[in-house]
């Protein structure tokens, strides 16, 4: 029998080879590194955290907050819970080359990474850090402002398995009788009270809704509401509309489509590009039809946000309990989602440069 080959004791070189070969697969985690300057959230997060720090020199000193910040985009850009992001960080030599991680450093734990995020939960903390992006994106000139499109997803939440009597208590904002006292708060503590079901197209979910409203041409998400998921589509619209949208389009499908709505945007000088409803007692014309196909071409774009979250960012599936962990995950979505946008649209946050001249707004 022939003796198999015997592998080379590990070298000096080797993790600088293991690299090197990862980027000649074209680590997409390196090209994230190379096209976003992370630390550009670093004072943001400074005063996030140092506020909730209590000043004191005893003990292990926190994690650098950039660092933890880029954990917590690696781990929605996969979806991961945080024990599979703790092991990942140990495994995985992209995801210690994209953190700054090296193989003598200490990889924070799963209770760690729960608890940073925790500190996003928090006067609305996650929606800074997404703010703080767009404007970056725009200062970039990404950002073409010649339309704009809304439209909702649901994130759903672990089903919970509650008695008639007790959903009854939760939809009237109370806490179930059954759930009070100091025997019961381990009980409490696992129910979602403010998550929601509801139905659409014959299929039932449970939990929140993601109600964003994007930039027609570059797909970036220019801002976004959390409810919970049986608030209907156009409940979020009023929240979501700015100024700074006046004299553009704005395209959306016919959930959107009643009269409270075009007084909407006609408040903030949008034009109305919603599509039309048909009835039974007064179905669509053809002129109808064609004009809402017209629409569709613009309106569709919206759905390709939604499909790269399920698809390249592993779902919309959230862990937590309560809304105010919801935002925070729907946050760093959006947020998350637009960062990989701008590098598909040629961002470099390293150059002086804006982006106009070099993007071809495309189809992914």
Known sequence: MKASKKQAARGFFDEQ???????KLKDPLEKLNKHINFEVFRETLETIY?????????????????????????????????????YQLVDRLSFKRFTGLEFSH????????????????????????????????????????????????FHEVPRQRNSREENKEIKEGKTPEAWKGNRQKIKLAHKDVDARWTKKNNDT??????????????????????????????????????????????????????EEMEGMISKVEMINKIHEKGYKN?????????SNRTKSTKRARVEHIFGFIETSMKGT?????????????????????????AVQLGI?????DSCVQSVKFNRY
């Open 282 to 290: 007064k179905p669509l014309t053809d002129e109808q039809k064609e």
């Open 50 to 86: 140092t506020k909730q720090t209590p000043k004191s020199n005893a003990g292990a000193k926190p994690y650098d907050y950039v660092l933890m910040f880029k954990i917590l985009i690696l781990q929605r850009l996969y979806n991961l819970s945080e024990e599979q992001m703790e």
């Open 17 to 23: 080879e293991a690299l090197e070969k990862l980027s």
């Open 205 to 258: 979910y449970y939990g929140y809704k993601n109600h964003v409203k994007a930039d027609t041409e570059s797909k970036l998400i220019d801002n976004y509401e959390v409810t919970s998921a049986n608030v209907h589509d156009s409940q979020a619209l009023e929240k979501l509309l700015d100024k700074k949208d006046k004299g553009q389009p704005l395209h959306a499908d016919s959930a959107y489509a009643s």
């Open 106 to 153: 200490r990889v924070p734990d799963c209770n760690t990474i729960w608890n940073f995020k925790q500190g996003l939960a928090k006067d609305d903390n996650e929606k800074k850090l997404f703010d703080l992006f767009y404007r970056v994106v725009e200062e970039k000139k990404l950002i073409v402002n010649e339309g704009k499109m809304v439209d909702a997803s």
């Open 317 to 341: 599936y959230i862990r937590t309990i309560g809304m105010a962990r919801a935002k925070v995950n729907i946050g760093i979505t959006n947020l998350t989602y637009n960062i990989c946008r």
């Open 348 to 352: 470099n946050m390293f150059s002086g």
